[in-house]
């Protein structure tokens, strides 16, 4: 895939890959209408870790893509918002073993760092960690320099109806699956993806990104 050297690239490439994924699960959910009692049964279990699967992939991918865009561009730190210079340092801040002349020198680095271009993303800071929960999913929003916010009243479904009853199946449990739960599950993923595309994708436009 090219690099998102452009607003519009960003845009498309975050669009595209958010397609294929509603696809996807539009697809299931017609299997699930058209399958009988007890096909149902298992396909709604299969729609719950679709879903999932789909939720932490695109995030992963688009948060990615974001920072990828920022960094093609070469902005000093200092025209940037101040979250990216925290990125820049936040993983040599990781070791708690670090002598006092390592640390002076981090301190040193921070003061002297406005001059020096984002250039490469840290791909460990947007990490899903394979669960992502609303409060990992918060910490990647803050990488980001977006507000999580206007996620927040989807916690519960992102932790509980998307994480919890996905971690349940793939552990083996019996969990099952309402067919009442069909819409809530497939439509709120989607219109989750959706919402963090769109955020990105606006502060991309607006380069949000920069510094005030």
């Not at 959910?29 to 879903?51: G, S, Y």
């Not at 002349?101 to 040193?108: H, K, N, S, V």
Request: with cysteine.
């Amino acid at each position: 895939m090219s690099k998102p050297y452009t607003a519009a690239d960003f845009g498309r490439q975050i669009v595209e890959d958010r397609n294929w994924r509603i696809r996807e699960v539009s697809d299931l959910v017609a299997a699930i209408q058209r399958a009988d009692a007890l096909e149902k049964r298992v396909l709604l279990r299969a729609l719950v870790t679709i879903c999932y699967a789909h939720w932490e992939g695109y995030v992963r991918f688009a948060a990615k893509r974001y920072l990828e865009h920022i960094s093609l561009r070469k902005f000093p730190y200092k025209d940037l918002d101040r979250q990216f210079l925290r990125n820049y340092f936040l993983p040599r801040l990781e070791s708690s073993s670090k002598s006092f002349a390592e640390r002076c020198q981090i301190i040193d680095d921070v003061l002297s760092s406005s001059d020096v271009r984002f250039t490469r993303v840290n791909a460990d800071l947007v990490s899903t960690r394979s669960n992502l929960n609303f409060e990992v999913f918060k910490d990647i929003c803050l990488v980001c320099g977006i507000d999580s916010e206007p996620f927040s009243e989807k916690s519960t479904f992102i932790d509980v109806v998307l994480l919890k009853r996905r971690n349940s199946i793939a552990h083996g449990e019996g969990t099952l699956i309402e067919m009442q739960d069909l819409h809530q599950v497939s439509s709120e993923t989607i219109a989750l993806m959706r919402l963090f595309g769109d955020t990105l994708e606006n502060s991309v436009v607006l380069e949000s990104y920069r510094a005030a």
